[in-house]
């Protein structure tokens, strides 16, 4: 998809953007270089682009990127975020290697186990209940690159832990236990006959809260492989700094914010990585093998959807939720509107918040009445 725009001013955030320069955005998969609204001429690759892009595991390293010459050649830029991941927004941690200390980037190849092939993660969900009165459909304001912002995930490779109370990202083993409760069953999708599964760091963190509150049976952890924490804030800023430039810019139903949101999908989708049954994962033109992130942003959105609605039943008990959709989607209805939006939420938390602009992370705007 090639995106054709002006630049009507500077851009603020360190790039080249010169006013009245035509700039084009092409999203196509390939990850390379990003660098928000960056204008990139056409020349040639840049110096040391076509590096070795295969690192072996543990490389902490620049890995190159084997997509520049391609962009080059195409012609027009890329809107790349994955690659400012690894280039410009690495989530670094500090260790001390032989009496060294140093800020290290994370692994960014690590042999991930086979576990990780059983992992049950949610990309939305679809749930409803009946109820014939007037609704209105909140939009969680992005929702994915919230989640990115706010997840915990391994800094390096997944080490086997085992059972055990470990409160550290990566994946674990959990019993299956039936929803008796009002919503949907916080373990997501559960197929009968299913005793136990693998689940991401997130969700289990949201049994574990429904374990202690004695609303779950149990969240003990039979097996699990876990890591160091990190967080991708930093990248996930950058991107919100896209999102919102295309949103004040060029308004929602433009081929800008559309652009940025393909990308972001894209570079989550190329991370995670495709897995075929029997086959060992792949990574198709991708220079970030951790599935175990991309599984574990997706969960962090679906679980964050769902602690809203049951903040929303708990503030409004007499209007609980109507319906879930998605990641971003929540549709309660019209007489907790106003309930929700002025009650704080359990343990003194601030009420929903409601941003018309939907620029703002962790809020939501009203999609429409139903």
């Known amino acids: 998809m090639t995106v054709d725009y002006s630049a009507e001013a500077p851009c603020e ?219 991708l804030r930093d990248w996930a800023t950058h991107v919100n700094a896209a999102r919102t430039e295309a949103i004040e810019r060029h308004g929602r139903d433009s081929d800008e914010y559309n652009a940025v949101k393909v990308a972001f999908s894209q570079a989550v989708t190329l991370m995670t990585g495709k897995s075929t049954p029997g086959q060992p994962r792949t990574y198709p033109k991708s220079p970030v093998h951790r599935a175990d992130w991309g599984y574990s942003i997706q969960d962090q959105g679906a679980v964050t959807l769902w602690r809203w609605q049951d903040d929303c039943r708990a503030v409004a008990p007499e209007f609980p939720p109507v319906a879930m959709r998605s990641v971003d989607e929540l549709v309660i209805p019209s007489e907790a509107l106003p309930i929700v939006t002025t009650k704080e939420r359990p343990g003194g938390r601030k009420p929903l918040q409601i941003d018309p602009t939907g620029t703002k992370l962790g809020t939501f705007k009203v999609k429409g009445d139903e």
Request: aromatic share 8%; hydrophobic share 35%.
């Open 13 to 231: 955030f360190d790039c080249n953007h010169v006013t009245g320069i035509s700039t084009r955005v092409r999203v196509d998969g390939v990850p390379g270089h990003f660098g928000c609204w960056e204008r990139k001429q056409a020349a040639g690759p840049v110096e040391g682009d076509q590096g070795d892009a295969g690192p072996v595991e543990g490389d902490q390293g620049d890995q190159g990127d084997q997509g520049d010459a391609e962009a080059a050649e195409a012609g027009p830029e890329t809107l790349r975020f994955l690659a400012d991941l690894e280039k410009r927004f690495a989530p670094k941690r500090r260790s001390t290697i032989k009496g060294r200390t140093a800020m290290n980037p994370p692994y960014w190849r690590p042999t991930l186990p086979g576990a990780m092939e059983l992992v049950r993660s949610s990309s939305g969900w679809s749930w409803s209940r009946e109820y014939a009165g007037a609704t209105v459909t909140l939009d969680r304001s992005g929702a994915w690159i919230s989640a990115a912002s706010s997840v915990d995930v391994a800094h390096g490779k997944l080490e086997h832990t085992g059972p055990g109370d470990h409160r550290r990202p990566g994946i674990y083993k959990v019993a299956v236990y039936p929803w008796n409760g009002d919503g949907p069953n916080p373990l997501g999708h559960v197929v009968e006959g299913e005793s136990e599964v693998w689940v991401t760091w997130p969700r289990f963190s949201l049994l574990v809260e429904l374990a202690e509150a004695n609303r779950w049976p149990d969240a003990v952890c039979v097996d699990s492989w876990t890591g160091d924490p990190v967080r």
